[in-house]
Structure formats: structure tokens, C-alpha cells
């Protein structure tokens, strides 16, 4: 007589979750267990995991029964991956086999990868499930121990952790309840200050700490043009100290990104904006994402966050025009054989370079060795339409002997800036919120072109200032709403209600001519 069963598990698609159903059919003939739908190799291994893990525990494992076992992974034109169905092939073989009592597998999501002894081991992506069994109406997700705080963020589910599949089979059969995870509190999940470089701890270059708190308060992109030994690594490093800290919504964005990639490290949540610094030597598909089984990259790993690119002219060619869809976008599409799936990006993108290849063209100390025609390739590694999208552009010269030994760092200094951040901050998140856009966007870097029509106020006299400095600088219109959402930062910090014409002067004051690069 034959015996069926179905239970719930999930399939990562990007940083979304998938709902599968997995069914399980025994029926009379020779052995043979089979899983169908799509599996790839690492799902094809379950079976093995799950006769020594059934096995083990003292049940009747697959290999022993004299029956065709079919596993069944539904929709099966979708491409399963991974270990983490062995859980939901186990419960659903012990179901169909009747060798536990029945229970209702529509309100249960089962994930998790089974060791041989039957303990439960971590997975990827477990935030991002349980937010599909929220979303989809499950009242309970069971998962292993490691990933339960990490699942616990979502609410309105009960978070179950199962050490292994002996008790996870007790708590299902009601003879020993599993006790819940508690409910994840973002200010209880480890979050820290940054253990890097303070703001404080820079001498001198004022004008570069002021356009570094710009985009840190707007969330802009920054191109810091100096001579070796200018200490633009060191700034960029420091901008992690001045970034204010994640919003729920931002926690949780990020912390998707990072589970589905398999990087929590251990970590429950990711509680600090990304500071992401590839080497220049990095892929494009390691920044932009992709791969065999499609992961996110970079861009999308520095979401919310910071992605530096130190040494700018040295990433090739293709890796950086690869970042203009991005920046402009928020997002990065990935189209492969396999599938298209889209990653979040919203980054700020600091960068930094020499204005040569010898680093010392315009320095007032050292000669540069390098011809016009060598400068002139060095510079237009970066095409126009990259700067374009870059809003803060600065040159940052080395600080002469003198400077550096009477120059004293203010203490206070660091939080000041983060004081006037967080002001500006909360100006945008209120204007947001009234212009019905607060879940959407939390920077004023984000603003379209129409929005930013819609909210950016000028001056009478600010107006007028706008149109004869674009004649003169013949700025794109990408470079206009840059400008005014630059400015809009700038007004922000000193909490002023309308953009004035001192904000719109210093906002041109960053986009360098062609003659300062």
C-alpha cells in the first residue's frame, strides 16, 4: 500500500526565499531512493546523510526498506541547491513511513543540514527564509540552534532551534517541546562602535573631513585625488567612525544579503554599516556578483554601507564601467544561462588615486617624472560618464613637516561630526516621511530626478546662482540633480529648511575641472 507526505522547505533565489513543497511517496518494488525536481549534486548527497542519520538515531533508515522511495521538490522546473532540505526529507520520509505521529505540515517550515549522527548544522540564508514562512502564512519555522537569533529578527513567527533530529522529532510528536527562540532585539544582537580608524585622529585636512561628513550625512559618492602620504586611505578608513547607525528595516536588508552569501561568520545579525575594500586586483563578478551558483558581490555586500576602491585607475576598465548601473540604480541585475536575479546596491562609493602613475603631479615638494601624455592616460582610465556619478570630488595634498607637528588633534572632534550627521539625518528622514517616501529611501543620495524637483526648496537668489554656474561648468543633467541633492546635504548640516546660495557654492566646489585632476 503506498504512503505519501508532504512538508514545506525553501529555496534561496538571490536574497529571496522560495517556497518548496517536498513529497514523499513509498511505494512496492525493488529499493530505490530517488530525489527529483531539479537537484543539484549537494542535494543529491542527502540521501546518504539521511540513512546514516536515521540510522543513527535508532529509526528505520531509507537503505533498509525493500520499497522505491521518490522524493519529489515542487515546483520542479526551479533548480534546488544546497544541504539545507535534509531536514524536510527526513520528517517527510518518517511521515510517510508513519514511524512518527502526523502533524500539520502546512503551518511548519522545516529547514536544516543533517550531520551523520543526526545533529543539525547551520545554513545560509535562514533570515530569509523565515521571512518567507512570515510572509506565506507558516505559524512555526525549525531550523538549527546556530541560525534561531538570526530567524528571530522576523516577528509574528515562532522561531524553533532543533540540536538535533531526535529531539526536533519529540517536539513534533508533542512529548518534548522545544523551547522558542526568544524574539531578536536589534540593540541586543552585538551591535559595536567602529574598532577602526577615528575621525579625531587625523590632523589637518579639513576640507577633505568635511566633504568625508557630506557624504557620510547624504550618503554620497567621494573621489579623493592626492600625492602618496596624503593620508586619503586613512580618511576613507575614518568615515566608518562617522556613519550613523542602521535602522531596523537597514539591519535586516543587510543582514539578507550577507545569509544568503553564507558570510555571517557566526554573527546573528549584521549590526554595523559594510566597509567593503576590494583589492584592485578583484574580478568583475566578484564586485558586481554572479558565479556558477549566483552569489551577490561587492556592491551588494557594501549595501547601506561604504565600498572603498583605493588605487581607482589601477581596477580595469571594465570592473569600473560595470559599477554605473549600480550607482545609478540602487540595484544590480545579473543575468546568467542559469537565471536573472537582482541585488540591492545602495553604496556609497569613496575612491581614491594619485593624480599619475609616479603619484606626484601638482605636488609643491617632489617633481613628477611622468610626461603629459602618461597623466593624460593615467586620468582617463575613468571615463566621464563614471565621474559623472561621483558627487564629491576633492584634491587631498599632502600635509607639509610643519603641519604635522603643530597641528594637534581635537578630541571632540569625531563627535561633533557625528552630531551634526545624525541632525542632518533625521532632517531627511522627517522630510521623507512627509513626502510619503520613509520606507523607501533614507539618504538624500537616492532622490530621482523627480523627487528631488519635488523636495529640494531654493532661494530666490539660489536659483539664479544655479542657472548661470551651470552654463559655465556645462554640467549633464545627472550633474544638475547631483548638485542640488549635494546641496541639499549641505543645508541639511547646518539645519537650514531651504537650500541657500552658500550651500549651492560649496556643493560646485566638489566637482573638480578637468584641469585639477
Do not use: W
Not at 277 to 301: C, K, Y
Not at 453 to 463: D, V
Amino acid at each position: 500500500m503506498p504512503h505519501f507526505s508532504k512538508v514545506y522547505a525553501a529555496e534561496l533565489e538571490g536574497i529571496d526565499a522560495r517556497l518548496i513543497e517536498v513529497e514523499t511517496d513509498i511505494n512496492v518494488g525493488l529499493h530505490n531512493f530517488t530525489i527529483v525536481g531539479l537537484a543539484d549534486k549537494a542535494l543529491n548527497e542527502a540521501k546518504e546523510r539521511v540513512n546514516s542519520a536515521l540510522k543513527n538515531i535508532g529509526v528505520k533508515a531509507p537503505n533498509r526498506e525493500n520499497r522505491r522511495i521518490t522524493v519529489n521538490l515542487a515546483p520542479a522546473d526551479v533548480k534546488k541547491n544546497g544541504s539545507h532540505y535534509d531536514l524536510s526529507i527526513a520528517i517527510g520520509y518518517l511521515l510517510a513511513t508513519e514511524q512518527i505521529k502526523k502533524f500539520d505540515t502546512k503551518k511548519i517550515l522545516l529547514v536544516g543540514e543533517l550531520s551523520l549522527d543526526g545533529q543539525l548544522r547551520s545554513i545560509s540564508g535562514a533570515l530569509n527564509m523565515a521571512r518567507l514562512a512570515a510572509r506565506d502564512g507558516f505559524q512555526e519555522i525549525i531550523l538549527p540552534a546556530e541560525n534561531a537569533v538570526e530567524a528571530a529578527i522576523v516577528a509574528g513567527l515562532t522561531v524553533t532551534p532543533a540540536p538535533n533530529l531526535l529531539s526536533l522529532i519529540a517536539h513534533l510528536e508533542g512529548k518534548a517541546k522545544l523551547p522558542p527562540q526568544p524574539k531578536t532585539e536589534i540593540q541586543d544582537a552585538g551591535r559595536k562602535t567602529s574598532q577602526g580608524v577615528d575621525i579625531s585622529e587625523i590632523r589637518g585636512q579639513k576640507n577633505a573631513k568635511r566633504a568625508l561628513a557630506i557624504a557620510a550625512a547624504g550618503g554620497h559618492n567621494m573621489l579623493m585625488i592626492g600625492s602618496p602620504g596624503g593620508g586619503k586611505t586613512m580618511l576613507a578608513q575614518a568615515l566608518a567612525s562617522i556613519l550613523p547607525g542602521m535602522t531596523l528595516e537597514e539591519v535586516i536588508d543587510v543582514t539578507q544579503i550577507y545569509s544568503a552569501a553564507g558570510l555571517l561568520n557566526g554573527r546573528p545579525i549584521v549590526a554595523n554599516r559594510p566597509f567593503r575594500a576590494p583589492h584592485h586586483t578583484a574580478s568583475p563578478i566578484s564586485i558586481v556578483g554572479g558565479g556558477a551558483n549566483i552569489l551577490p558581490g561587492e556592491v551588494s555586500l557594501a549595501h547601506r554601507g561604504v565600498l572603498f576602491l583605493d588605487e581607482l585607475p589601477e581596477f580595469r576598465r571594465d570592473l569600473l564601467e560595470s559599477l554605473r548601473q549600480p550607482m545609478e540604480a540602487g540595484v544590480v541585475h545579473i543575468s546568467r544561462a542559469k537565471g536573472h536575479l537582482s541585488f540591492p546596491a545602495k553604496f556609497s562609493l569613496i575612491a581614491a588615486m594619485n593624480p599619475c602613475p609616479c603619484g606626484y603631479h601638482g605636488d609643491e615638494e617632489k617633481e613628477c617624472r611622468c610626461t603629459a601624455n602618461e597623466v593624460f592616460r593615467y586620468q582617463k582610465k575613468m571615463s566621464g560618464p563614471l565621474l559623472d556619478r561621483i558627487d564629491l570630488q576633492i584634491a587631498v595634498p599632502r600635509m607639509k613637516p610643519e603641519e604635522l607637528t603643530t597641528s594637534e588633534p581635537n578630541p571632540n572632534e569625531g563627535q561633533e561630526i557625528r552630531g551634526a550627521i545624525a541632525q542632518a539625518r533625521a532632517a531627511q528622514a522627517e522630510r521623507f516621511k512627509k513626502a510619503g517616501l520613509g520606507r523607501q529611501i533614507f539618504t538624500n543620495a537616492e532622490l530621482t530626478s523627480r523627487e528631488t524637483e519635488k523636495l529640494i526648496e531654493l532661494e530666490p537668489g539660489a536659483k539664479t546662482f544655479l542657472e548661470l554656474n551651470l552654463k559655465k561648468q556645462k554640467l549633464s543633467a545627472r550633474g544638475y540633480y547631483r548638485i542640488l541633492k549635494t546641496a541639499q546635504t549641505v543645508a541639511d548640516l547646518t539645519g537650514s529648511p531651504i537650500v541657500t546660495e552658500d550651500h549651492l557654492a560649496e556643493s560646485f566646489g566638489y566637482r573638480l575641472r578637468d584641469d585639477e585632476r
